[in-house]
């Protein structure tokens, strides 16, 4: 297949695989499992262009093992965070339910598709890239490749650190700013961030594959604007207070940097 039906066929994947985890959720009573099953459901859309799409075999199964070992690891880190404070539902879909008292899970049905929707045109760079005519290997695949690595080995240390951090008896009410948090407020979004751009780049050889790069410019938006940053800035300032403000004053909320003395 070309790029156009991989993203098609991949985008009906995800919004199928939602109705499921809509009903899932809906048993549950906790509309924050749709997190974890976003992350999830990158990894069948990849294993679908990389089999399915016209590219390079090699090149393709590379491709799609990337974004099942991201999906992977982000699912279960998720599925993790969401357990743990099960029966209790994320503060964001909880606020949603108060907006919407009636009807609420018709509300997350029409949510939970847009989630599908948004799985499929993040995953435009992957199709893009798999139905890449060349042969072999490129600049643009080498520095994706690397940009990944520096991506999801930054993001595993980043939640590595936070949960250490979680662990000490001390930590209640205290701010984690050790490791890479002493240079980011979210270093965990910022490699989130560059393993996208590396998905992107990966996909600049392809013919039009300038357009992936609109996958991570609207991660970055969402990171910035919407579903990481204002609601996680919220809560820690909402536990945490003038610690937290004190923080923010000598540190870079995303990209990592030099805190001020």
């Known amino acids: 297949m070309d790029a156009l ?3 098609v066929v991949g985008t009906a994947m995800a919004m199928a695989m939602m109705v499921a985890v809509w009903f899932f959720a809906r048993r549950m009573d906790n509309a924050g499992i749709v997190d974890v099953w976003w992350s999830f459901g990158f990894a069948p859309v990849a294993v679908f262009c990389g089999v399915f799409g016209s590219g390079h075999m090699v090149r393709n199964g590379l491709l799609a093992a990337m974004v099942c070992a991201w ?6 880190h998720l599925h993790k965070r969401v357990m743990s404070h099960h029966p209790e539902e994320d503060p964001r879909y909880a606020e949603l339910r108060r907006q919407f008292p009636k009807r609420t899970w018709l509300m997350f049905f029409g949510f939970f598709q847009l989630q599908g929707l948004l799985i499929g ?3 435009v760079p992957v199709a893009l890239a798999c139905s890449n005519p060349a042969p072999g290997f490129g600049f643009f695949e080498a520095a994706g490749v690397a940009l990944w690595l520096l991506g999801i080995g930054g993001e595993a240390v980043a939640d590595m650190q936070l949960k250490l951090f979680k662990a000490q008896p001390a930590a209640k009410g205290r701010v984690c700013d050790f490791g890479l948090w002493k240079y980011s407020r979210h270093p965990n979004y910022f490699f989130e961030w560059v393993v996208w751009i590396g998905y992107a780049v990966f996909a600049l050889g392809a013919p039009l594959g300038w357009i992936g790069l609109a996958s991570p410019l609207l991660i970055l ?7 990481g940053i204002p609601p996680a800035e919220a809560r820690a300032l909402a536990t945490r207070g003038d610690a937290y403000r004190d923080y923010q004053r000598r540190t870079s909320a995303f990209i990592p940097w030099f805190p001020k003395s």
């Open 5 to 7: 039906p991989l993203i």
């Open 71 to 76: 999906s992977i690891r982000l699912g279960m």
């Open 121 to 123: 045109l993040l995953s």
């Open 221 to 227: 938006f969402f990171l910035l604007r919407v579903t």
